[in-house]
């Protein structure tokens, strides 16, 4: 079972990974901690659980994991 320090350090790691695709969202100009924060206030620590999880398994399976979060980003600012 992931602990919420290690789901904030996983989230945060994405988010640096992929800054350049992020910059060009509503989101660009947070830094990554401000994001996972915001991503988990607005979603809740179990729903990222799953979304860390689904995108490790993307990536096992050479998917494109910046379009699956951006999917998400964009359904949630649409809500």
């Known amino acids: 079972m992931l602990e919420l320090?290690?789901?904030?350090?996983?989230?945060?790691s994405f988010c640096r990974r992929n800054r350049t695709a992020l910059k060009y969202t509503h989101i660009?100009?947070?830094s990554a901690e401000e994001v996972?924060?915001?991503?988990i206030d607005c979603v809740g620590i179990d729903e990222?659980?799953?979304?860390?999880?689904?995108i490790d398994?993307?990536?096992q399976r050479g998917?494109?994991?910046?379009?699956?979060f951006l999917l998400i980003l964009e359904?949630?600012?649409?809500a």
Request: charged share 35%.
């Open 57 to 59: 398994i993307i990536n």
């Open 36 to 39: 996972c924060e915001m991503f």
């Open 63 to 68: 998917g494109d994991t910046v379009k699956y």
């Open 28 to 30: 660009g100009e947070y």
């Open 75 to 78: 359904g949630l600012k649409a």
């Open 48 to 54: 990222v659980k799953r979304i860390l999880h689904d």
């Open 5 to 12: 320090a290690d789901i904030k350090r996983q989230l945060r």
